[in-house]
Structures are given as C-alpha cells and as structure tokens.
C-alpha cells in the first residue's frame, strides 16, 4: 500500500529534551510538508521541501529543524526552543509543489 | 495576500439538507483550491479540488462552486449525512508561493439524524 506513515502516534516530551517525529512515504514524492495543527486555528505550516537535500521554511519555522537527506523521509525535530510546542503535527507530501497533497495520520505531542 | 478566509466556523444540518461552506482568498496567482475532510485524530484526507479554468466540479454529493473575478470558491455537500460530519478545510496554492497549501481555518459540521 502507498502511502504516509508518520510515527509515532503520541509523543510526550519533557521541558528542555529535542524529539524527532518520523514522516516516510512511498509515493514517489518529491514535494514534502510539515504542518501544525492547534484547536480552532487550522493547519499552519512549518517547513517544506521541493526536493531532496533542499527545504525552506514556513509560517511558523522557529524551535524547529527538518532533514531532506532522502526522497523517502522528512524528519521533524521539536526542539527546546519551541515553548509551545504541544499540538498535533501533519506530515503531507505531493507529486509536486502545487499539486495534490495527501496527509499522515499525525503525531500528538504533548509537553509533560 | 497569503490568507485565506474560511466560513462558517460552525454548522448545523439536519440529514438531507445542504451544506454549504465558503471560502475567500485574495492572491490572484493562486491556482489550486482543495477541500479536505478531517475527522477527530486524524490527517485531512483530499475530498475534491478545482483549478480556476472551470466554474464547477461536482463529485458525488460535494460540488466545488468556483468564482474567479470574486476570489471566492465554496464546498456544497448534498444530501448530508450523519457520516459527514467532520471538521472541513479549504486550501488553495500557486507557483508564486512554490506549490504550499495555505489553509482556511476550518470549518466544524455536525449532521442531525
């Protein structure tokens, strides 16, 4: 099956640790996302990236960091910085910027 | 220039009834707007999408309405059904933002028996 996985399901972070929320597809994707999603506010972006080895970043970018270091995978690290950093995170990817995105089923962080 | 402004918040249908959801956006070199469905814990899913070369697009029960010299679009769902209650997210992007999604604020439907 084709598809997103991001892992894991829940995260718990305790104040001051970095974590890494996985995200893999199989699709053959070149365009990758990381979104964050808070109660009433929608999805706001935090990075994304075209293409492997590149990645810019979004609305929201500060206290976290990505890796592009191949087609597959897109990490995302919440690091100490972030002060508010319990949400739900989505991962997307599509063919190609503009074009179709499909979704993980999302990782719930929270800050213990 | 980069929003995108979504309405209702919140909406009430009773089953059969329509649902319809609006969304404005202001950057004319947008040029793909989908809506998704989400529902509790979990990722939005693709429900249906247009590009500004055509009015309507209809699937199913959920129709697209596509009004180019308004920047407006709006998501009507036909014959709503319990099931189609969800949380409902318009988006919309272009080549002048690098293909990201700009997503509206969402929009909660809940279907009455």
């Known amino acids: 099956d084709g598809g997103i996985t991001q892992s894991p399901k829940y995260l718990f972070r305790k104040e001051g640790q970095n974590v890494t929320l996985s995200c893999e597809q199989n699709?053959?994707?070149?365009?990758m996302y990381w979104y964050r999603q808070d109660p009433g506010q929608g999805l706001r972006l935090i990075y994304y990236?075209?293409?492997?080895?590149?990645?810019q970043k979004g609305d929201i970018a500060e206290g976290y960091s990505v890796s592009r270091e191949k087609k597959e995978s897109f990490p995302l690290t919440v690091t100490s910085a972030q002060k508010n950093p319990t949400a739900f995170y989505l991962c997307?990817?599509?063919?190609?910027?503009?074009?179709?995105?499909?979704f993980g089923q999302g990782t719930r962080l929270t800050v213990v | 220039q980069q929003q995108v402004k979504q309405s209702p918040q919140s909406l009430i249908v009773q089953k059969g009834g329509i649902s319809i959801i609006n969304c404005a956006y202001e950057?004319?070199?947008?040029?793909?707007f989908p809506w998704y469905q989400q529902f509790p814990g979990k990722g939005p899913a693709l429900l249906i999408a247009?590009?500004?070369?055509?009015s309507e697009k209809k699937e199913g029960r959920f129709t697209i309405s596509f009004n180019k010299s308004a920047k407006q679009f709006s998501l009507h769902i036909m014959d709503s059904q319990p099931g189609d209650s969800a949380t409902y997210f318009c988006?919309?992007?272009?080549?002048?933002?690098?293909?990201?999604?700009?997503f509206g604020q969402g929009t909660t439907l809940q279907v009455k028996p």
């Open positions: 247009i590009r500004p070369d055509v």
């Open positions: 997307a990817s599509s063919i190609t910027p503009g074009n179709k995105a499909f």
């Open positions: 988006a919309a992007s272009g080549s002048s933002n690098t293909g990201k999604l700009i």
């Open positions: 950057n004319t070199a947008f040029d793909y």
């Open positions: 990236s075209q293409i492997v080895n590149d990645f």
């Open positions: 699709l053959n994707h070149d365009a």
